[in-house]
């Protein structure tokens, strides 16, 4: 029986001709050489939390949600061997067991690794890159069922690829990571004006281990985040920080962003109650409590990756073209920060980053503030997050990313009569 697949988002659904669930690497070979025999185009779905396009197929989708867990562990050099379909969330917990913790994640937990690690997933602080440099290997199921180990060492060029390669090399079947020893974090959030944050921007990133801060659109108001190394757990009040997460930041959130999608006039006082009452505070836990948030209300998001350099020029212009524009808009641009890396097609490959993220709450028209702000980044070459939404086509990708090329031909090597492509990524990667 067909089944309708939807995103987390709810802007994407469709109907695969079927679902295999495999259940171990033997399986996924034979998956993918059944598919090839037969001329049928796979997909991999992970936890579906992206927007684009890079899933929708009508004929094989494949999840990895029964295929979780940690194969290995070397303890001395902290390498953790882990099947792709396991989410970040039970990563979080598998690894606090044995004393170990991810140097770096992102703001959310629910994905699975192989979905984080293929479309460029990152945390923020600008000692550390995307989610992908954590990789130290990686084994591939190619477009014609080979088992394909990769490294820096080993098969390097594939390597680079893989790193960040939205499913359209092969099936990742596992990730050995560069793992760290277990640690605590304190997290730190204040309530600043957006010019004495932009004022104070190169201290506030070089001072602490992770530095981000949300501003509210029609204020001047922003939420900035700190997180360091601490020596002890400081819960507080986790009553009183539950009540915060789920009831204010999200409850009391979703109430007031239904009746702005309700009545969209409203977005303006709507930012600014959302400013007045933003959450201050501070705790301290294992790393793995600290990096996610909890987000219960839904939304549809665009995210660019942007020279670091250019971060201040770019914000401005936001704030510009928002109050020139009068946007209706109520939910805050997240800014980030991120080392620069050398893998093949990451946003951040070559340069210092800054990624700035903007969202819509679900069911109001998104287009129009997305277009006006896609503009501004191209501006400043900014490149797209592959999960976020973007109207970049093939020359466009091809412009901002001088390694395009050389990934397509990486990629058409292993998967030679596209198997793995879909109608977006067959569009993205010119391929006939």
Known sequence: MNMKVKNWGGNLSFTP???????????????IQKAN???????IKGSGHSWTKLIPTNSILVSLDN???????????SLVTVKAGTKLKLLGQLLANNGLAMEN?????????????NTGTHGTGIAFGTLSTQIAALTLISGEGKNIVCSETENPDIFKAAQISLGALGIISSYTLKCVPAYILKYECKKEI???????????????RHFEFYWFPHTSTVQTKFMNISKEIKKGNQLLKKFNDVVVDNGVFWLLSEFTRLFPMISKYTSHISAWGVSTGS???????????TRLVKFTEMEFNIPRENFISVIKEIQKVINKNKVKVHFPLECRFVK?????????????????????YKGMPYKPYFKLLEDIFKKYDGRPHYGKLNTFSHQDFEKVYPNWGKFKKVRNQLDPKGI??????????DFH
Do not use: W
């Not at 001709?17 to 998956?31: D, F, L, M, T």
């Not at 994640?105 to 690690?117: E, K, N, R, Y």
């Not at 705790?283 to 948030?293: L, M």
């Open 194 to 208: 957006l010019d004495e944050c932009l004022q104070k921007l190169e201290t506030y990133n070089t001072n602490n």
């Open 420 to 429: 793995f492509l879909n109608d977006y990524l067959k569009g993205i990667f």
């Open 17 to 31: 001709s079927e679902i295999k669930y495999p259940n171990s690497e033997k399986e996924i070979i034979e998956v």
């Open 67 to 77: 295929y979780q867990g940690i194969i290995s562990i070397d303890k001395t050099e």
């Open 37 to 43: 025999s037969e001329n049928k185009q796979i997909r």
């Open 105 to 117: 994640l992102g703001d959310i937990d629910v994905q699975s690794i192989a979905g984080a690690l």
């Open 283 to 293: 705790y301290s836990d294992k790393s793995n409590n600290i990096f996610a948030t």
């Open 340 to 360: 620069e890396d050398d893998i093949m097609i990451s946003p951040a490959n070559g340069r210092a980053s800054a990624y700035i993220a903007a969202h819509m």
